[in-house]
């Protein structure tokens, strides 16, 4: 597919830019351009274009602000000390977000072409892929149903849009452990939507993760919505959990966690290290009593935004336990420099997860 391509009349100054990559925090500063692809029924995936990131004008009756048929995908780009851009596993978010659009009723969008999206914005926005040590350009791509109606069908036209900005280092000094909260609320059922990454899922966790922070932690436990006994993901972030004797566990794949390619990453990167890796469902009550006993010796959570970050202290209604020392355990710590230095192109990418873009 052509892409039409509008440079920005004004794009943001060399030394503004550079003031804000020195220190790009997350989610707040964004690149120049942005990338829009349409669909509709009859002509399918059609009207790309590369052009200066701007409001979109969106009818009121949009099916996206009243039922929320809205998916999203997160991966980053990193300059590699030879200049080069590369991202980590792109195909993977790509068949995700596929994924996500099938159990969202919308339609996918050929893999090819979710590449070739990057690719495009890349070639615009080159300058705004940061180069310091940890940090990386954030790229969002996410799909919303853009047709005027009130009537609950899935909608007949929807949007693609590509937007990025700068990540800096989540931990500047080695990854500090977290503190989470167990919820009384769930984040998905059986049945229900949350191995998608949509929108809504993240809607119905802002309660959960006000309370969390609220008591003073930092990020959200789920537990399965069934009989409330069964770890799940945080609000964000998967989880593993490293024994005494070599066995690591991480929660099954059973339609209400999200299939985070960070985890599929550390599954093999884990079992190349010779640990067992099993993914098998861990109760809260095990996990209290393996913590206590100090048969578990780390936690850890992963995802694209903090990578992977060492769980210290885990609080609900009755009382708290805290897992090793509380601090960052050595596998969690291992493991992070493999995969970042995979991601950096700093260690040999013997699984060809590396795609280079530019
Ligand atoms: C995106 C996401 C993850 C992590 O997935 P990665 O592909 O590793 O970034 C985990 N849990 C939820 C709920 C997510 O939305």
Redesign the pocket.
Known sequence: MEFQHITHPSPIADAEREAILANPGFGTHFTDHMVSIEWTENAGWHDAKVGPRQPIQLDPAAAVLHYAQEIFE?LKAYRHADGTIALFRPEENAKRLNKSADRLAMPNLPEGLFIEAIRQLIAVDKAWVPSAEGASLYLRPFMIATEAFLGVRPAKRYKFMLIAGPAGNYFKSGAPAVSIWISDYTRAAPGGTGAA?CGG?YAASLVPTREAFARGHDQVLFLDAVEHKWVE??????LFFVFDDGKVVTPPLTGTI?P????ASLIQLLREEGLDVREEPYSIDQWRADAESGHLLETMA????AVVTPVGKVAGEDGEFTIGSGGPGQLTSKIRERLTGIQRGELADTHSWVMTIG
């Open positions: 997160g990454k899922n993901e945080l609000g964000g972030m998967n999200l985070g390619i960070t985890r992963c995802g694209t935004a």
